[in-house]
């Protein structure tokens, strides 16, 4: 069996009702939450679920402390970047953080730049990946007073995790994380 995301560790570790996750493919989620997710695991800490493909996360009317995108950046379209962006500004505490992963464009590397998700998902079956420059993400973030801090390549896919914070409340001496969040987000030491 693959190894669960980390997701599937946030189910567990956070309490009762405080994950929620979009996933327009229904039908990947429910074989995650009938063939991975266990049962009891899944009664207690009640995730919630919705398949909106805008990532809009004021369907759950909670301000979130944390948005997490492992891979998503990797397929997702400018517009659509924006969009996680906005909803980040929108349901989130003043304080929060945002991690995402992404892989950056360069010489070599092409940048993206159609609108369209590009890879597996609720419309596609065909794979792909994409990249993104880091000073386009940067730009982005500097619009909505966010700051992005680069933390380091997780060890599964070599993506480049991000974090992202309001620039209010961003500490001034960049932070490093706990080892067990480094873990969980498979950070390379
Ligand atoms: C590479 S996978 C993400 C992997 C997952 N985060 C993990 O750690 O294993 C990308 C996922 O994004 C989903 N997806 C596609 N379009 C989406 C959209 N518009 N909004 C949110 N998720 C979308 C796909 O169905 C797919 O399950």
């Keep these: 069996m693959r190894r669960p995301s980390c997701g599937y560790w946030l189910i567990h570790f956070l309490d009762a009702g405080c994950y929620c996750g979009i996933e327009p493919h229904t039908a990947r ?15 207690a800490k009640r995730p919630r679920f919705d398949a909106n493909a805008t990532f809009d996360a004021s369907v759950f009317g909670e301000r979130f402390d944390f ?7 990797t397929h997702a379209s400018k517009p659509q970047i924006r969009m996680m962006l906005d909803a980040f500004l929108r349901c989130s505490t003043d304080d929060a953080v ?18 369209a998700w590009r890879g597996t998902s609720h419309e596609s079956s065909v794979p792909g990946c994409i990249r993104h420059r880091l000073s386009w993400i940067k730009a982005e973030c500097a ?22 914070r309001r620039r209010a409340t961003a500490p001034a001496r960049k932070r490093r994380y706990p080892y067990w969040l480094r873990r969980l987000v498979d950070l390379r030491s």
């Design 29 to 43: 989620l429910k074989m995650g939450l009938e063939t991975i997710l266990e049962q009891d695991i899944r009664q």
């Design 143 to 164: 619009l909505r007073e966010l700051l992005v801090s680069p933390l380091g390549r997780d060890t599964s896919h070599d993506q480049y995790w991000l974090e992202i």
């Design 98 to 115: 945002f991690l995402a992963t992404f892989l950056p464009a360069s010489w070599r590397f092409q940048d993206y730049v159609e609108d």
């Design 67 to 73: 948005f997490l995108a492992y891979s998503i950046w």
